[in-house]
C-alpha cells in the first residue's frame, strides 16, 4: 500500500480559514472517489465532504456545508478541502481517504488513509 499523504494543517483563528491537500505519490487520484473525515480524542472518525471520481459531484456533512469545499486539482494530483469561516469546533486531525468502490458517508467505505494533519481553532 501506497500512504495519502495531507498537509496544509495548523492553527487559525475562528473565522480564518485554511486548505488541506491530500496525494499520493504513485496513484492518480481522480481515478479514486476521494473524502475528507475528522476525529477528536474519545470520538469516532467522522464524515466531513466527498467528492466522486472525476470530480463531477460531491456530498458534505451538515455541520461543515456551506463553509467547506473538496476539490480536485489534477495539475498538483491533489485532493483538496478548503476551509472557510472555521470554528472552533472544526479542531480536530484531519483525514483524507480513497475509494476504488465510490463514495461514502463510512470509513469502512474507503481502501487507503493518509496519517491526518492537525487543525485547531481558536476562539
Known amino acids: 500500500q501506497v500512504p495519502l499523504v495531507e498537509s496544509g494543517g495548523g492553527l487559525v483563528q475562528a473565522g480564518g480559514s485554511l486548505k488541506l491537500s491530500c496525494t499520493a505519490s504513485t496513484r492518480t487520484l481522480s481515478t479514486y472517489a476521494m473524502g475528507w473525515f475528522r476525529q477528536v480524542p474519545g470520538k469516532d472518525r467522522a464524515f466531513v465532504a466527498a467528492i466522486n471520481r472525476s470530480g463531477g459531484s460531491t456530498n458534505y456533512a451538515g455541520s461543515v456545508k456551506g463553509r467547506f469545499t473538496i476539490s480536485i486539482n489534477n495539475a498538483e494530483n491533489t485532493v483538496d478541502l478548503q476551509m472557510n469561516n472555521l470554528k472552533p469546533e472544526d479542531t480536530a486531525v484531519y483525514y483524507c481517504?480513497?475509494?476504488?468502490?465510490?463514495?461514502?458517508?463510512?470509513?469502512?467505505?474507503?481502501?487507503?488513509w493518509g496519517q491526518g494533519t492537525q487543525v485547531t481553532v481558536s476562539s
Open positions: 481517504a480513497a475509494s476504488a468502490r465510490g463514495r461514502s458517508y463510512y470509513t469502512e467505505g474507503y481502501d487507503y
